[in-house]
């Protein structure tokens, strides 16, 4: 198979962990015979230092032009403190969603059971969890309408919906669950917001169209403490935006760590696939970031890009088994992990290809 990847590294560890992932995604290529092509673009903060913009017109070309998109992370510590900065990192992140049409974002969170001591929350209640979020990526409070007003005193963000986004977003959860548990839990908040009411309506009416799938729904805050509680009730997740921001957030407890878990953005054209974990500009450069993620993203590419499942399925497995032979990295270690058995980026890097 031949298929051109770009390479977006972005910003902080994003740089770090994508040249694993990358390296993974060239192994696999050479194991199982393919041509994978490569170029790489920028993005965020270190497109803005270069160019003055978060996402270049080359940057967003080359994306339309390739196959799949491996990413990294944007963001910069100096965004964060001047929140009247008029250009951001982020910016680029929403266009590139909605120039590419990226409206489901897919986020796994699956717990490898060599990890169940890293987690928060107690192994009996973790261990068999395995849920797919699908969060609906380019409506809702993130563009809708936006301002001040009374002399800059008041802010506001409007949340929108059209029925179109919902279906789209939510037939995609309904065929997914098919092919797994066939349950489905659509989240909103129903009891308070406009745009919740027709996402239930929507989700409703099509519901008799999978008379196979459970369909339940719950509210935002009961469905974030049930995630605590019982992640294993849930199989494939529908909501939208903000909620799915945060849900899945705080679903990566179930997984012990952010640094494990990858998320594909697709829609009708080019898929991007990246990590959940920001920029940590707070360890940048110091090569510790745990790459797991992002090389979990390039077995996601593979499988929903490309349709290459056996690759994918190697690539799994090669993480499964170095954490089954104790490497960790720092952020999933314990105090139980040898020192020998704490991996930096590069090492866990080299440490998988062996095992592919």
């Not at 993974?24 to 015979?33: D, T």
């Not at 003055?52 to 963001?75: H, W």
């Not at 969060?135 to 009374?150: A, S, V």
Request: include cysteine.
């Amino acid at each position: 198979m031949k298929k051109h990847i770009l390479i977006v590294p972005g910003d902080g560890i994003g740089q770090e962990v994508t040249e694993v992932g990358k390296a993974v995604l060239v192994k696999i290529a050479e194991k199982f015979g393919h041509e994978f092509t490569y170029d790489e673009a920028l993005m965020g903060h270190v497109a803005i230092e270069a160019t003055g913009n978060p996402l270049p017109d080359e940057t967003l070309e080359k994306m339309r032009n390739s196959d799949a998109i491996l990413f990294g992370a944007v963001g910069h510590p100096k965004y964060d403190n001047d929140p009247t900065a008029k250009v951001r990192p982020e910016q680029g992140l929403l266009k590139m969603r909605k120039e590419l049409g990226l409206y489901a974002n897919l986020r796994p969170i699956k717990l490898f059971d060599e990890l169940l001591g890293a987690s928060s929350i107690r192994p009996e209640i973790l261990k068999g969890s395995d849920i797919l979020f699908f969060r609906e990526l380019t409506g809702d409070i993130y563009f809708g309408e936006k301002g001040r007003k009374n002399d800059n005193n008041t802010a506001y963000d409007i949340a929108e919906y059209s029925r179109y986004e919902v279906k789209r977003i939510a037939r995609k959860a309904f065929e997914a669950a098919r092919t797994r548990g066939k349950r489905l839990c659509s989240v909103d908040k129903a009891n308070v917001l406009e745009t919740s009411r027709l996402w239930r309506e929507v989700v409703q009416a099509l519901a008799p169209e999978y008379p196979d799938i459970t369909v339940e729904h719950q509210f935002v805050d009961a469905a974030a403490m049930m995630l605590i509680k019982d992640p294993k009730r849930f199989d494939v997740v529908v909501t939208a935006n903000l909620f799915g921001d945060i849900l899945t957030d705080e679903a990566s407890q179930i997984a012990g760590s952010m640094g494990m878990l990858a998320s594909a953005s697709v829609g009708d054209s080019t898929g991007v696939y990246e990590p959940i974990h920001g920029s940590a500009h707070d360890i940048t450069g110091k090569g510790v970031a745990n790459p797991l993620a992002s090389v979990l993203s390039a077995a996601l590419l593979l499988d929903i890009s490309f349709g290459l499942k056996e690759e994918s399925e190697a690539i799994i497995s090669a993480v499964d088994k170095l954490l089954k032979d104790g490497f960790r990295t720092r952020d999933i270690a314990d105090a139980t992990t040898p020192a020998d058995k704490i991996l930096n980026t590069q090492q866990a890097g080299e440490e998988l290809l062996k095992r592919i």
